[in-house]
């Protein structure tokens, strides 16, 4: 059974385009979590997504950001006009019903 | 290939007790060791860890690292049953790519 797979693992941005990150999580698991890692930070939630629903995005930033989880195919956690505060490593952790949850290796975005 | 393994994966003890979580790991360019402790949502941060035989301490919680065996090791006593939860191990890699692999975590249960 493979594992949470995240891509790509690096992305590189400009200021102001738009960073599209995948997260396939492991077979079988209908819940996905986004997180944002900052440096020298934990991790920092950022929204719960089931298939085809946002159930808390709580901790996504109001304007540029959005997460979905469509029924067929990985979950995309999208920022649009990227600024060099969004550089950070994004992580993706899957899990059955709401139970352990299992990390991807992360996606590393940096936003020149 | 890089990797974090916890054990055990699971436990299960009675309040009051002690108990030690265990995580080894074969990293290449080893930066830092992160304990997180997982209860509903986003990880909550324990410790950092980066050099060897120092021991970090946070009430009834400590850690402590062994750069030359590879392991650390989680001690919680006096368990409560607000100390219930998964516990995560992920280890920082000091390279290019800049990585964070997590471990697939124990669940500690703790009975009244």
């Known amino acids: 059974n493979a594992g949470v797979m995240q891509n790509p693992r690096h992305l590189v941005r400009r200021r102001g385009q738009e960073a599209r990150l995948r997260c396939s999580p492991m077979?079988?698991?209908?819940?996905v979590y986004w997180y944002r890692q900052l440096p020298e930070e934990g991790l920092k939630f950022m929204v719960y997504?089931?298939?085809?629903?946002?159930?808390?995005e709580s901790g996504m930033p109001k304007e540029r950001f959005s997460a979905e989880f469509p029924k067929e195919g990985p979950s995309i956690l999208r920022i649009q006009q990227v600024v060099r505060g969004d550089s950070a490593a994004y992580f993706c952790?899957?899990?059955?019903?709401?139970?352990?949850?299992?990390f991807g290796p992360g996606t590393r975005l940096t936003v020149t | 290939e890089d990797k974090v393994v916890q054990s055990p994966l699971s436990l299960v003890v009675h309040e009051g007790d002690t108990v030690t979580l265990n995580c080894s790991y074969e990293?290449?360019?080893?930066?830092?060791l992160l304990w997180y402790k997982q209860e509903k949502k986003a990880p909550t941060f324990l410790f950092m860890l980066t050099s060897s035989g120092i021991e970090k301490k946070s009430g009834r919680l400590s850690s402590i690292l062994d750069k030359k065996e590879l392991f650390s090791i989680l001690n919680i006593t006096a368990t409560q049953t607000g100390d219930s939860a998964v516990y995560l191990c992920a280890v920082e890699a000091r390279n290019r790519d800049d990585k964070i692999i997590f471990g697939k975590g124990t669940r500690l249960h703790i009975l009244p």
């Open positions: 952790a899957s899990s059955l019903q709401d139970l352990k949850q299992y």
């Open positions: 997504l089931q298939k085809e629903n946002i159930i808390d």
């Open positions: 077979k079988g698991h209908s819940h």
């Open positions: 990293v290449t360019n080893f930066r830092s």
